[in-house]
């Protein structure tokens, strides 16, 4: 699986320079996420994938939602093609650039937020930030995660929610601190006065974790 994306280079890349993937959520693009590039680390390669899916409105999906099925709502084929197909590229790129002593970091919304925790739950030893906004863990695609409490301690993850979110409801989000808890990782879990989106000081807290 080729994917498109988008990419903000550094001025100089080394094979330390820090890679951070977008993954943007379901009827969005490429160029969603990748708006966050002016107050990223300057000196950080930024990716920003499109997902592989059209959707009806002109937007583009990892995986087809289905509401009405309350145990089949996500399309499970689906969605594990879209994490094999994102890893796939991650390594792509990540050998196109020579980086092979760097840290990688990912951050996704909604949709992208629930790829995120599978990727770097079941792939601990490759990356290192994580921030899954307005996401909840999926459990039909954490069954392969690693339960290594030293592999895993290596994690940084940053979770956020809108208290006034009715697309992914805020209890689904609050998982991620149990399921987080429970595997000894690194997080931290904040609640933001807003709907299924980032609102300022939400925005303000993801660039400062990026940047600790």
């Known amino acids: 699986m080729d994917l498109q994306y988008l990419v903000r280079e550094p001025q100089n890349i080394t094979p330390k320079t820090p890679l951070l993937i977008l993954i943007h959520g379901y009827g969005s693009n490429e160029e969603d996420l990748f708006s966050f590039v002016p107050t990223l680390p300057e000196d950080w390669l930024v990716v920003s994938f499109r997902a592989p899916m059209t959707t009806e409105f002109g937007g583009y999906s990892w995986y087809n939602i289905d509401l009405m099925k309350e145990e089949d709502r996500i399309d499970l084929p689906q969605a594990k093609e879209s994490l094999d197909g994102i890893l796939e590229n991650i390594m792509k790129i990540s050998n196109e650039y020579g980086l092979t002593e760097n840290e990688t970091h990912l951050c996704g919304f ?42 895993l301690e290596r994690l940084r993850f940053f979770i956020s929610h809108g208290t006034d979110d009715t697309v992914i409801p805020l209890e689904w989000g609050r998982k991620a601190a149990d399921l987080l808890y429970d595997l000894s990782c690194y997080f931290s879990f904040r609640e933001y006065m807003s709907g299924h989106g980032v609102n300022q000081k939400n925005y303000m ?3 400062e974790f990026f940047k600790k």
Do not use: T, W
Request: glycine share 4%; proline share 4%.
């Open 110 to 151: 909604s949709q992208g937020g629930i790829l995120a925790y599978a990727l770097a739950l079941q792939h601990p030893e490759l990356f290192s930030k994580i921030a899954c906004m307005s996401a909840y863990p999926e459990e039909k695609l954490l069954e392969n995660i690693v339960k290594d409490k030293k592999k």
């Open 205 to 207: 807290d993801l660039m």
